[in-house]
């Protein structure tokens, strides 16, 4: 059974939720337990879908009770010579799937040399016992730009939230908004108007991200600027949020804003995670 690895963002835990508990053909589900994991798990078992949840270091343990070992070794020894590897990838992986996810701190953007660092970090620490790894993060102010070519020594195929252009998304505000020329029509649209740009997920950390020292997203001085003027409240009907449009209200009256409604989708997150969980679309 293939195993794909997702390291993800803790900004995007609403989308993640959204495609997992929609995969009927999710055969085991692992949530690598931390301490930012707390919500998402309640997220996920509020849909129905109970996954297991195990440190890091216990992952290859826990897939070895569930999986042939002797199997699992010798594909990934044999995908390592041409003929075989050519082999492996054409095995048709639209079928069950087991999924391990690796949440990451939404407190990392705050540093993008740190940022970097964790995921990089968690791709190689995940590749050995993963068929493919889905990086469920978008640029992020360029810092994971060039991860694919830095990482190109992997032999665990690497997956991105892509656009129908196929470009890597810019952010999660450009995921939320359908890809990055969305982004670049919204941000025209508002154009001479400084704009603040609200997922539930950002509404809801906000206060959390405005109290963290060096905060890039959520910077008081910068935010009490009359330049900005505008919230935009971002629907991508992903989930029934009772406290987002208070959230968002919330942060427009603590920022002097007045709040605009944009209609997100879910599109580039559901195509995303099906070319990672069918093998589609492989660039290695």
Not at 55 to 81: C, K
Not at 161 to 177: F, H, M, P, Q
Not at 194 to 220: C, H, Q, V
Not at 238 to 267: Q, R, W
Request: glycine share 6%; aromatic share 10%; proline share 3%.
């Amino acid at each position: 059974m293939p195993v794909l690895s997702i390291i993800a963002c803790g900004m995007l835990e609403d989308e993640l939720v959204h495609v997992l508990s929609e995969d009927r053909k999710l055969k085991q589900l692992i949530v690598v337990e931390n301490r930012d994991s707390s919500g998402f798990l309640r997220k996920l078992r509020s849909t129905n879908c109970i996954p297991r949840t195990v440190f890091l270091d216990r992952v290859p343990m826990l897939l070895q009770g569930r999986h042939s070992h002797g199997s699992r070794i010798s594909a990934g020894f044999l995908s390592r010579f041409p003929f075989f590897k050519k082999f492996c990838r054409r095995r048709d992986f639209r079928e069950e799937v087991s999924v391990i996810v690796n949440l990451l701190s939404l407190d990392l953007h705050t540093d993008l040399e740190v940022l970097k660092a964790e995921v990089y970090r968690n791709i190689r620490e995940m590749a050995p016992f993963s068929d493919r790894i889905l990086i469920f993060y978008g640029t992020c102010g360029h810092a994971l730009g060039r991860l694919e070519e830095d990482l190109a020594d992997l032999q665990c195929p690497l997956f991105f939230l892509k656009d129908r252009n196929g470009e890597t998304i810019e952010d999660c505000i450009s995921l939320a908004l359908g890809g990055n020329e969305a982004y670049a029509r919204a941000m025209a649209e508002f154009q001479g108007m400084g704009t603040i740009y609200l997922t539930p997920m950002w509404a809801s950390s906000w206060k959390r991200l405005e109290n963290k020292a060096g905060s890039r997203d959520f910077n008081k001085h910068y935010l009490k600027n009359p330049l900005y003027c505008l919230a935009a409240k971002i629907d991508s009907g992903i989930l029934s949020d009772p406290d987002f449009h208070v959230n968002v209200k919330e942060f427009a009256c603590t920022y002097d804003m007045k709040v605009v409604n944009l209609k997100g989708n879910v599109e580039i997150t559901e195509q995303s995670y099906l070319n990672a969980r069918n093998g589609a679309a492989e660039k290695r």
